[in-house]
Each structure stands twice: as C-alpha cells, then as structure tokens.
C-alpha cells in the first residue's frame, strides 16, 4: 500500500515549476494589494474571480472565456435565487 503512495512523497528535480507560480501568485497578489491600498477589499471577491479567470483562461481566446464566464455566471444564478427567495426575512440590527 506504502508503495502505491510513495510517489506523493518524493521530490524530483524541479521542472520550471516556479513560473507559472510566481505568475499565479502575482496575477492574484496586484488585484489584491491594489483594492487594499485603496480601501475597497468589498470588491475582493471579484478580483480574485477575474485574477483566477486570468491564470487558469490565459490559452482560451477572449469569446470562449466570455462563453465560459457566461455559462458558469448562467448556472449560479439560479442556484442561488431558491435561497434567497426563501429565506427568512432579516432582521435589523
């Protein structure tokens, strides 16, 4: 059983691993250091959702990516309207 695991466990020579991370970090770092240096990390969510979009997107032309995004916004929404709808009322603070 150890064996069927054991390549999960090694380390091998780094294969120029570190760019595509380095990009991901600072495609997700900027957005994020930018809304905070300007007070506005309510809008958070959506640069991270557009830095992700950026990194995982960046082979897709700009209409598939725009297909794609409509698609996954096209699916959420009525996911989520049932819960709202019928939730309770909220309550003032």
Do not use: C, E
């Given at each position: 059983?150890?064996?069927?695991?054991?390549?999960?466990?090694?380390?091998?020579?780094?294969?120029?691993?570190?760019?595509?991370?380095?990009?991901?970090?600072?495609?997700?770092?900027?957005?994020?250091?930018t809304l905070l240096a300007l007070g506005r990390l309510d809008l958070a969510i959506y640069a991270n959702f557009g830095a992700f979009t950026g990194v995982y997107g960046r082979h897709a032309t700009r209409g598939?990516?725009?297909?794609?995004?409509?698609?996954?916004?096209?699916?959420?929404?009525?996911?989520?309207t049932p819960t709202g709808r019928w939730s309770p009322p909220s309550r003032r603070w």
């Open positions: 059983m150890v064996d069927r695991f054991g390549p999960l466990f090694r380390m091998g020579p780094a294969q120029r691993d570190h760019i595509p991370a380095f990009r991901t970090a600072l495609g997700v770092a900027i957005p994020m250091f598939n990516r725009l297909k794609y995004q409509a698609l996954a916004g096209d699916s959420s929404t009525p996911s989520r």
